[in-house]
């Protein structure tokens, strides 16, 4: 069963930056296409950013565009979401999840595409 696991969250000021890191549990993590996203009690969650199996290929909500940078780092089994320029709309608990793909050059933003799930970390910015 992969596992994946969601760090570096916690309190910032806006304007602030903040990197998370996703680390999943399987040999083959470039057989995987990645995603991140984010929720707010209440609220649906919503897609944030997306990167496929490859590495090279990545999408992003248009409210982050220029903010946020995803990127994967098959050999440590990790991908990871820098944040910059931090808003208050950005709290929430962001997940990432995995999706089992056979496309290189794919990324996903439905969160039904993808199969196994992290816990999630919160996100706070707040002066």
């Known amino acids: 069963q992969l596992q994946l696991v969601e760090s570096g969250g916690g309190l910032v000021q806006p304007g602030g930056s903040l990197r998370l890191s996703c680390v999943v549990s399987e040999l083959r993590l470039d057989d995987y296409a990645i995603g991140w996203f984010r929720q707010v009690p209440g609220k649906d969650s919503e897609s944030v950013s997306y990167?496929?199996?490859?590495?090279?290929?990545?999408g992003y909500r248009d409210s982050v565009k220029g903010r946020f940078t995803i990127s994967k780092d098959n050999a440590k089994n990790t991908v990871y979401l820098q944040m910059t320029n931090l808003k208050p709309e950005d709290t929430a608990v962001y997940y990432c999840?995995?999706?089992?793909?056979?496309?290189?050059?794919?990324?996903?933003?439905?969160?039904?595409?993808?199969?196994?799930w992290g816990q999630g970390t919160q996100v706070t910015v707040s002066s």
């Open positions: 999840a995995a999706h089992r793909t056979s496309y290189h050059g794919t990324y996903y933003s439905n969160r039904n595409d993808y199969e196994y």
């Open positions: 990167i496929s199996r490859s590495g090279r290929d990545a």
